[in-house]
């Protein structure tokens, strides 16, 4: 008989976003008519910018011709994208990551996900609490927990609790861990690390032997200089991270899907023997084994984000994001509310009022203020009284949802 993977039983019912979905949709058709405003899930607004519009048709109008047509291509991403990167996003900075580094995929999301593959089911696994559900999800389905607790706590992960005690910058775990997910700036929390906070777990790292996976997808969205962008600005790191990137949020590609992995060669991890083996090889064997590239004029549209023009307007569009962030910020605080993030990151995090539950919290908004938001719980017990809000909305939509916020709680 055909045996399913019981550790999908272990999860939630359903994810936190189609949860979400699912809510506001049954709200909606039972109240016809009435405007809802999304500013829950993490998904962007504004259009992709003229140089990636016209760099797609151009690799569109490739594609029509048989000189210039592609098919398969690379499975660790077109050489021209690859480049780009390295010399834009590290070298630019001082940071010594090569192309041959760098593997483009569709999405940081599926990434987080897979990485996890390469290495062994014995791995101890450290997350942030609250953060990107994906993390503790993947681990769960992978085999490497136990039952969720009474607590929201999977047997098996380390938790690493993000508060306002900390500034929601997890410190290093009691428990020795192997792999450690880090997110900054963090989703939901909006917190950033500094260059000594990174350093402690490089050099935590080192000590143990472990692998930290850095997410950076909203690296474009820090302003102040003293914050790096990347895990590799801080000494010795290429020796144990792995980095995530993304250009859903930098550049507007979540309905077109490009991201990117960089695995350096001087990452190492170990067979139970302790004899040391490069990570890198076992990505790229995974990556082409299993997935067979980003398409060429997805690519190519990624690519025009590092033209004088891609950047210049890309920039404006992260202002625009960061702008409504500022709002928020500021309407929320004037209503009442303990507000964190919104500086250096597209979400702003809020405390709910008189210790109402994170889900209340949501349903209130969305019956009484037409505002739909995203429950803290959603991403860690300790999210629990808390609740997230996306800049990623329309100016228009942040000042109208802002203003029913205030009214309501008026």
Known sequence: MALINENYFKLKAGYLFPEIGR????????????????????????PLVSSVIKAFHQGVDEMAKAETFKGYGPEQGYAFLREAIADNDYKSRGVDISA??????DGSKCDTGNIQEIFGFKNKIAIGDPVYPVYADTTVMSGKTGKCGENGYFEGIIYMPCNEQNNFVPELPKER????????????????????????????????KCIIFYD??????????????????IKDAKEVAIEFRSFSKTAGFTGTR???????????????????HAVKPLWMRRQTTKFNGVSYPVQKAAAAIYTPEGKKETKEVIAYYLKNASIMKEKLSAAGFTVFGGVNAPYVWIKTKNNMSSWDFFDKLLKEAGVVGTPGSGFGPSGEGYFRFSAFADRENVLEAMDNIQKLFA
């Open 258 to 276: 490009c991201a990117f992995t960089v695995v350096p060669n001087e990452l190492m991890a170990y067979d139970e023997k302790g004899v040391a």
């Open 100 to 105: 041959d580094d760098i593997f483009i995929s």
């Open 216 to 233: 950076a997808a909203y690296e474009a969205y820090i302003t102040d200089d003293s914050i790096p962008h990347s895990i590799y600005e």
């Open 23 to 46: 809510r506001v949709r049954e709200y909606s058709e039972a109240n016809p008519g009435k405007k809802i405003i999304r500013m829950g899930i993490g998904d962007v607004t504004q």
């Open 177 to 208: 861990a192997d792999l450690i997910f880090l997110c900054f700036p963090n989703n939901p929390t909006g917190a950033t690390a500094t260059k000594a906070e990174l350093q402690k777990w490089v050099d935590y790292a080192l000590k143990n």
